[in-house]
Structure formats: C-alpha cells, structure tokens
C-alpha cells in the first residue's frame, strides 16, 4: 500500500537555509530515511544526508524529525498520521555542513580528551582476568553508538554554545563511569577528571540524553548520577573522606 | 547569540519544532508541587489539628517543642525557645530530602525554572553554570539528608505502630488511621530506600562487585527499587498529603475514626 506523505526538510548550509516542502511517495514498512533517499532519487538529487548502516547501529543518520532528536532510519513511517506534515531538520547543537549534515567534531574533540584505559601495572597482556559482574556496569555503556542524539539535545551545548569548552556531554560521561567502573582500570583520578575537565557538575540530570538514546542506555540513572557520587566520595563528602584516611581503604 | 540560533548551526528561526503537547508532562509537574507546597506550608504554620489520639501527623512528627499537644511528644520535649509552629523545627529534614532528590531536581528544573523546559525545546535562560555554584552546589549534599531520612522512617514506623493502640492508649487496637500510617510508613520507606545516594552507598560505589557479593545483592535490589524513583517520589508525597489530611479532620472533629477493633 503507498500513499503520498508531506515533509518539510531544512536545505542550506552554515549561511543560512530554509524548510522545503516536498510530496512523497511513501511505502508500506518504509522508514523516514528510505523517504530521504526517495526524495534524493526523485525531486532532490543534491540533498545532502549522512547515512550507513540503515539498521540503527552505525550512528549516523542523526537528525531531528519533528522537533524531535531521533535516526532517520529508526523512525517508522507507520508512527505518523496519513495527513501528518513530517519535518526533518538537522541536529541543532552543532555547525551544519549542508542540509541534513552536521559537522560533529566537537565530540571527537571531547573524546581524545578523556585518558584511555590505564593497563593495571602488574599484569601482562593476556592476564587480565574480570568476573561478569564487575564488567556488566561497564558493557552497557559500550552499547553506544555514538549517534550524538544525547549530545544534540542535552540543554548545556545546546542552548549555550558558550558551555561546549567546559561540558563534556552525556556521551562521555557514560565514557568515564565506563572506566571508573572498570575492575582493572588503574588510573585513580577519573572522578577529578570528570568533575574538573569534564564538567560534570553542570549537568542539572533532567534526563534528555536517556529518553533520545536508541540503544536505551541508562545514561542518568546508570552513569552520570553514579558519576557525581562518586565526585561527591571525592570532592564534598567529608565523612567519606575522613573514612578513607583513617581506614586506608584500598581498591574495593 | 547562543543555543540554538548560534552562528554555524541550521537556522530555523524557532525555539523548537516540536508540535506534540510537550508541555503537558512540565504543567502538571508544576500544578502538582505547586499545590503541595501550599497546602504543606500552610498546614505547617498552622499548628494546630495535628494530633488526634493515637494518630500524631506525619508533618509533626517527631513533635520536639514544648508547644506540642499533649500526648503527640514521644521523644520528649527538648526545645523550649522555639516560637513557631513545631512541624518547622523539623520539616528542613523531609525537605531538603526531596528537594536534592535526583528526581525532584529533574522535575522542578523542568517545570519551574524551564531548563529546559522540556526535551528539544530551547530554555529562556541567557546563561548556564548548572549545579557547580552556590546555591546549586549544595545539591550534593543529598546523601546526608539521606541519613536523615533514615532516622525519619523509623520515626514514621514507630508512629505506625502506636497507631494499634486505642484513644485510652491501650494496645490491640486498630483503625482506618493506622492503615493509613502504615502505608505511609511503607511508602517513606520505600522512596528513601529507591534513592540514588542510596544506591550508591550500599554498593554502587564500589569497583568489585565480586568481592562483596552482600553489597553486591543490596545493590540488585536496590537498583529495582531505583527504577521506581519517580512513581515512588509522586505516591509518598501525596500519600503524606493524605495522612496528614485525615488526621486534621480527626482532630477537627470533623470525621470520627473508623475503629476495626
């Protein structure tokens, strides 16, 4: 069954642009980006999109559909009226390069910032033994796919672009707890790291990276309120403090 | 010019795109707090209508100042220069409870300070330090208040229990208002024990997992518990609103109780 959908799409670049209406031939099963491609095949041959893997796993069809932060090719057709105007506009925290492409460095940038995995000193690769429940804190951030929806639409960058040299993002909050949750990771300082360079205090946990993440990763719950705990054990609690003075607490 | 409409990003000219009702879910938040805190402010200055033998409000318990009642004083009456009402001794605790809870920090900087006030849908605020400077740095904090709470749900229980006790304050009885203090007690429970900070300290904190297989079961369930943080937030609250409001008709003389025996 194909029916003719309305959609609005943004065209234009980081001068300025504007929304285009275009009818489109819509199938049954289709998602909002085998529309995009329709419309690039038919009416658009410029229109420029990024895309991959078309399942939902590569992360790169990050857009906005209706307002809403979501993947082009995870968005069902189905989920929409028959007379329903669908707008599909680009990410909104980021430079647009053209059309529905966005230009997302500033992840990459934050990403090279954060200190990789320190190896435990005393053992050699191919020693590292880990029990399942010490890693599976840690292997549902690995879920990410970093599609970036939780870094467009988090309040902090997206609303004051003054905020992205100081603020991490969601994304890489999820990174840190990540590793220092990791049983074997030996660096001490990631809960200095993540509060002083990372910018952890400034998330105010209103939850928008959790309800846009298409992997339905816990990120508030599972990472960033147990990351400011942890801040919290190091930077303002002082009985927990004094407790790790008196008692010489190891790494439990 | 920042946010959204900052040089570089797509230009569309509006705060959001979004045409579903997202400002339902904000709205009732704040109408739902809105008129907790009123009738909580105004029940907790009022002094007065708090106890009802053997029910003492959970907005007044435990009764410290030497205002109280006759009766509603368990643990004494240790404060004397307090010229107040005696629920504002003691509301600090409950309410710095709530108000660095992980969930109501989400809902009220949704719905009252708009930041944001919903997903995708761009703040009015011209700047943003988030939770890194006075006053908002304090929210880490919450975990002590956590303790408190603690101490406050054994209080609550300990009221559940003289709840089994008849106006002549003889045990082996039971009424609609001991129900209502159980569940209550039940409910306080249940929201403090769901708390993040809770999570946190019986197990959340720790590295291994494997080396402390007890914390580790504490954590599970804990961690479910957690899951309901927000159900559990929303149903202690207005349960409190509702033990609170049948005791006042109590002792108002309004309503008498229900004795079961």
Known sequence: MSRNAKFRVWRGDA???????YTVEVNEGEVVLDIIHRLQATQAGDLAVRWNCKAGKCGSCSAEINGRPRLLCMTRMSTFTDDEVITVTPMRSFPVIRDLVTDVSFNYQKARQIPAFAPPPDLAPGEYRMQQVDVERSQEFRKCIECFLCQNVCHVVRDHEENKTAFSGPRFFIRAAELDMHPLDARTDRREFAQAEQGIGMCNITKCCTEVCPEHIKITDNAIIPMKERVVDRKYDPLVWLGNKLFRRGND | ???????????????????????LAPLATFVGLFLFVVYAT???????YYYFEPYLSPFYSPCLTTDCVPGSSDFGQPISWWPLSPALVILIFPLGFRLTCYYYRKAYYRSFWFSPPACAVAEPHRSYTGETRFPLILQNIHRYFWYFAMIFGVILSYDAILGFRNPQGQWGHMGLGTVI???????????????????????GKLKHFSRHPRRYWMWQQISKLNGRHMLLAW???????????????LAHGTISDLRFF
């Open chain 2, 1 to 23: 010019m920042t946010g959204v409409s900052a040089p570089g990003r797509a230009r569309l000219g509006v705060r959001t795109l979004r045409e579903d009702r997202w400002w």
């Open chain 2, 42 to 48: 105004f029940r907790a200055f009022q002094g007065a």
């Open chain 2, 235 to 249: 149903v202690s609250l207005i349960w409190l609103v509702v033990a609170d409001f049948y005791i006042t008709l």
């Open chain 2, 181 to 203: 203090l159980l569940i209550n007690a039940a409910l306080i429970w249940l929201y403090a024990l769901s708390c993040h900070s809770c999570r946190h300290i019986m197990g």
């Open chain 1, 15 to 21: 001068a300025g642009g504007e929304l285009h209406d």
